[in-house]
């Protein structure tokens, strides 16, 4: 099993619609949660954390973590085409200031 | 507040050459973590400072080490270059270990050919 774990995509949501991120994980000991957007040749760039169960609203954007399932999502609504990204999980393994990425998912909003 | 600035941005190297990589992190940022990027493997956690000492390691050789100064700015060093180290190198700021604290922002990157 990975580590974290991440559908690559691509995912294709057409603008102005919900998009789903999802990401597993298998350390129960990691405490913090991340979730980075990164454009073709630019470094990743933050978007969210969350810490705790439960949900998480940051504008568009909403996280939901479930640490008893290990589970990690990333929910974007009214989808811009400049939402358009490869959308980075990473978990703070073990709460050891050490991320872990997943794969990436790569999303594309189509106009 | 200025972001996390690393130097250079890009860099040409030939096998067997070594390269060192600087990193500034953020003002008041105390953590400092590396990671090395590719297509194939994805980000990969090289390792993390804090107070000048190096608190976590990932699986990289001994060729690849770093260290942080005591205004926090870290180097990374890669020895004896090899083609599979041509990457996206990656240095990530955050105020300090530990949940709440721990969000860690990156710099734009130093892209390294080794030819």
């Known amino acids: 099993q990975k580590e974290v774990e991440q559908n690559s995509g691509p995912l294709s949501v057409p603008e102005g619609a919900i998009a789903s991120l999802n990401c597993t994980y298998s350390?129960?000991?990691?405490?913090?949660f991340f979730w980075y957007r990164q454009y073709s040749g630019k470094s990743p760039e933050l978007i969210m954390f969350?810490?705790?169960?439960g949900d998480k609203e940051d504008g568009r954007f909403t996280a939901q973590l479930n640490k008893a399932s290990q589970y990690v999502s990333l929910l974007i609504r009214d989808s811009q085409p400049s939402d358009s990204a490869t959308y980075l999980c990473a978990v703070n393994w073990g709460g050891a200031q050490k991320l872990v990425f997943g794969q990436g998912t790569r999303l594309t909003i189509n106009p | 507040k200025a972001g996390v600035t690393q130097t250079p941005r890009y860099l040409i190297k030939t096998r067997g050459q070594q390269v060192t990589l600087s990193c500034s992190p953020i003002s008041g940022h105390r953590s400092v973590s590396w990671y090395q990027q590719t297509p194939g493997q994805g980000l990969q956690f090289l390792f993390e400072?804090?107070?000048?000492?190096?608190?976590n390691k990932g699986n990289f050789p001994g060729r690849f080490s770093g260290r942080q100064f005591s205004n926090s700015r870290s180097e990374m060093n890669v020895s004896t270059l090899e083609l599979g180290d041509s990457a996206l190198y990656l240095c990530a700021s955050s105020l300090a270990p530990g949940a709440g604290a721990d969000t860690q922002y990156f710099g734009p990157g130093t892209r390294l050919t080794v030819l």
């Open positions: 350390d129960r000991g990691s405490q913090s």
């Open positions: 969350i810490y705790s169960n």
């Open positions: 400072y804090f107070s000048e000492t190096q608190r």
